[in-house]
């Protein structure tokens, strides 16, 4: 039993068709009685009865988050890589692969504009830290396409705090401004970009916290021809 699920939820206009939840199976050995590290998978059914696939993963953020959730120290989250996160991007590629492989046979009617397949997530490994290479290299043998949206155009996701509240981004890690989430499909999107989640001023306790998350979100689009 994890007292902290992976948080993972997927919403659609388009009908659902069949979904699926995976654990990860390598996990940081503090993390596996605390967190639901894993996956989701879902086929969405699109207008034209062609099938689009859509997953969500949370790789582990390793001891350093849980150290500064205790309020044990302050730390500048992974340092010197991650690879426990690359060995659960392994297992992920490979849901996604049998998911794939029991998906609906329809006939696709996919342009060059419109994604098949799109993966997502916190993967907690940085552009500069050698585990992306790895990360890349197993969605790569997928043999979808699939690349990094941001194409060497990386924001920052985490740590975007411009306030000084405690609650969800700690001091130290306020400057440590860190590219972890993304998105990879094998169509170039219209547009991607990072957006703030912050609290509106109605609501927001300006003496606890102004964010709604500690990381900010990665927002794709794409435009195709029906």
Same mark, same amino acid.
């Given at each position: 039993m994890q007292f902290i699920t992976s948080g993972h939820l997927l919403l659609s206009r388009y009908p659902i068709r069949r979904h699926h939840?995976? %654990?990860?199976?390598?996990?940081?050995? $503090?993390?596996? !009685?605390?967190?639901?590290?894993?996956? $989701? %998978?879902?086929? +969405?059914?699109?207008? #034209?009865?062609?099938? +689009?696939? =859509?997953?969500s993963c949370h790789t582990t953020s390793g001891t350093d988050v849980l150290v500064e959730a205790m309020h044990l120290q302050h730390t500048r989250l992974h340092r010197g890589g991650n690879p426990t996160a690359l060995q659960e991007v392994r297992e992920w590629a490979e849901q996604v692969k049998c998911q794939l492989a029991a998906s609906s046979p329809h006939a696709s009617t996919l342009t060059k504009a419109r994604p098949a397949v799109i993966m997502c997530g916190d993967l907690n490994i940085t552009p500069h830290d050698h585990e992306y290479k790895?990360?890349?290299?197993?969605? &790569?043998?997928?043999?979808?396409? +699939?690349? #990094?949206?941001?194409? &060497?155009?990386?924001?920052?996701? !985490?740590?975007?705090?411009?306030?000084?509240?405690?609650?969800?981004?700690?001091?130290a890690d306020? #400057?440590?401004?860190?590219? =972890? &989430? %993304? $998105?990879f499909s094998a169509a170039s999107p219209v547009e991607v970009k990072v957006e703030a989640l912050a609290a509106e001023e109605s609501v927001h306790d300006k003496s606890k916290y102004q964010q709604v998350s500690d990381h900010r979100a990665v927002v794709a689009s794409w435009a195709w021809e029906a």
């Open positions: 939840w995976q %654990y990860f199976k390598h996990q940081a050995t $503090i993390e596996q !009685f605390l967190c639901s590290r894993g996956s $989701i %998978y879902a086929e +969405l059914t699109l207008p #034209d009865g062609s099938p +689009l696939h =859509v997953s790895g990360a890349c290299a197993a969605l &790569d043998e997928l043999g979808l396409g +699939l690349r #990094d949206t941001f194409e &060497d155009r990386w924001e920052p996701t !985490f740590g975007m705090s411009q306030q000084q509240e405690r609650l969800l981004t700690q001091a306020v #400057d440590a401004q860190k590219t =972890v &989430d %993304y $998105i």
